[in-house]
DNA sequence: CTGAAAGCGCTTACAG
DNA sequence: CTGAAAGCGCTTACAG
């Protein structure tokens, strides 16, 4: 016996197979009474809907693409459960896959949900994805919301924490420390979020005279053995150190924590050290870690909306919902005095 | 102009539909030549295979599903990660969701899987679930496979680590301390898990003479937080502890360490705490962390494999695949000294 | 509510 | 390789 259809269903039933259908769709043209009957035959005899089935016929699939970069680093575990939240209510089920930040991968990606005829595709940018990378979800018209980070030159909804704010949030607290020197490290180089961030960053300490060290440019994964390389190739070997070092993400600085602990300065004491995204590892670092927080959940929730109004509307023009960010002080920062010999070894 | 289907690139080229058919799925009955022009065509005219529609004749639906509880465990995510990996190879798509370790989530998430024609399901059984809960996965006859939890009197194919052969190794290592006193703390109730870890390290330590503190059955969300509440409600607020604190898993002993590091008493020198997985970021805690490694990359690849033996052959007795544990041995154990005055507070 | 029919975009045999 | 045909399991309009 292969699988049941609605055919079988509706023979047990004696009715028509369009009728069943529309129980199934809870149509108001069926009385309730039939469908209470209906229901029950269904789970008497193990009936499972096709959807696969009925989606070729109504050209939706119920299904939307998730693409993250990778789902080990909070910001994105939490950013991928706020948006399958989001889209469950409406009835969605989520098709993710990971990018691992690299657009070959994230070129098959696209190219299997499309395939699979996704409703729409929310899509946190691969760093360094072209406009040209994502022409597919456009060419295909399959509706898409970036998220965190934009990709130049490509038009489309998108949803993030306002970076360049959220840089000189950090700023504005950095200058009340009365630092003599910041540094700003790790991160992927293309990520637009982390030029933003930088870019707030550094407006506010220009305008308030305080250096940013020349090491500014330093790169990384956005991880904690990230955030451990780049402390000891820049800063712990060489000898010198900022009063200051600003991470691009929270995973970055649990690894300079780290690296610090190994050394003989100790953050909040020594050294200041202060980040973004406020997941909920940075309180439980030590020091607990000031960041400023870019609320994963909101953008994610927001990210669903943005994206199932625009499988309602394919036409509405693009837009953005931007998240503001806001800075939580901890003790990596509060303790912070600037009067400590300039010497980074001991 | 709707979307472009098999015909329209068949009449483009002057080939018959089937032809075309064959080509997309690279059919040995056609020339090489006649492939390279098809696509050229497809690829200029932006055809998209409909996969959707494909799946309706052939009955499969080349999507696979995996539900796990919460992808903010990283242990989870890592899980998630390599599941994705093993299967992204034989050409599945993901589709992922999360269960909150609530049944009800569970129950609705399977459905939806089912509905969708998922060609299979890998699955994390939330807390506390029945065998019942799991039946609709049997009915439907969708292929599936288990992985870090089991289902009491569910049979079904199972990967994940060897639980009680990792509770032992912690044992082994804990008696090694000479401690007077050990408590196992955190993680959720009804987790088989979280029982066979119980059952090897009480087993080992009982053999030894080592005394369990009747606090060993206090549970919490497998979380940070989940630690830190257990730690305060029990330790922390009537002012006694034992020598070594052992937790179910790694996000629970972050939340441990964070309780101690406000107390008076140091971690690794006043008190022991190991754990469960070894996660990334057990070695990044302060102290670093005393972990038996539980493998999630491991035990994700294998539960791929598992799942496409299963798919190509239904009717395969069922299998286990089981990760041997290993202990890593960090600070936070390594420093412990017995000798230490017994009262909890200073 | 019924019942017959067309159609979603593919795949699959089949005779040529 | 072709070409006509049937079919996957639904939905949708239509006349009744």
Redesign the interface.
Same mark, same amino acid.
């Given at each position: 016996m292969g699988?049941l259809t609605l055919k079988d269903v509706a023979e047990a039933c004696g009715l028509s197979r369009a009728a069943v259908s529309l129980v199934v769709r809870d149509s108001p043209r069926v009385s309730e009474q039939t469908k209470v009957r209906v229901r029950q035959v269904m789970a008497e005899m193990?009936y $499972?809907?096709? *959807?696969?089935?009925a989606?070729?016929r109504t050209r939706r699939?119920?299904?939307v693409g998730?693409i993250v970069t990778?789902?080990?680093n909070?910001y994105f575990?939490?950013l991928?459960?706020a948006i399958?939240q989001g889209l469950?209510g409406a009835g969605y089920?989520?098709?993710?896959?990971?990018s691992y930040d690299e657009p070959d991968k994230q070129r098959?990606l696209i190219s299997?949900? $499309?395939?699979? *005829?996704a409703d729409g595709v929310i899509i946190l940018p691969a760093a360094g994805s072209s406009a040209a990378s994502l022409q597919m979800l456009k060419?295909?018209?399959t509706p898409h919301v970036l998220i965190a980070r934009q990709v130049k030159g490509y038009d489309a909804d998108y949803t993030g924490a306002d970076n360049v704010r959220a840089g000189e949030l950090m700023g504005e607290h950095i200058v009340g420390l009365k630092p003599r020197s910041v540094a700003f490290i790790g991160g992927p180089m293309s990520s637009t979020a982390r030029k933003d961030r930088y870019r707030g960053l550094a407006k506010v300490l220009q305008q308030a005279g305080v250096a940013i060290s020349k090491q500014a440019q330093h790169t990384s994964e956005s991880?904690?053995?990230g955030g451990e390389q780049v402390m000891r190739s820049l800063f712990l070997e060489n000898g010198q150190r900022p009063d200051v070092i600003v991470t691009y993400s929270d995973a970055v600085a649990?690894?300079v924590?780290?690296a610090l602990?190994d050394s003989s300065f100790r953050a909040g004491r020594d050294v200041a050290v202060a980040s973004f995204d406020d997941v909920?590892?940075a309180?439980?670092?030590?020091p607990p870690l000031t960041s400023v927080a870019t609320f994963a959940d909101e953008v994610g929730g927001r990210a669903a909306q943005l994206l199932l109004a625009r499988i309602g509307d394919p036409d509405r023009p693009f837009g953005s919902l931007i998240v503001n960010p806001e800075l939580q002080v901890r003790q990596s920062t509060a303790l912070f005095q600037a009067e400590v010999p300039s010497d980074w070894r001991r």
């Open positions: 699988r193990g $499972v809907y096709d *959807r696969a089935a989606n070729l699939s119920m299904a998730l990778n789902v080990r909070p575990a939490e991928s459960m399958e469950q089920t989520l098709l993710q896959g990971y098959q299997a949900m $499309v395939e699979h *005829r060419s295909s018209g991880t904690p053995s649990v690894g924590l780290h602990r909920a590892d309180r439980y670092q030590e």
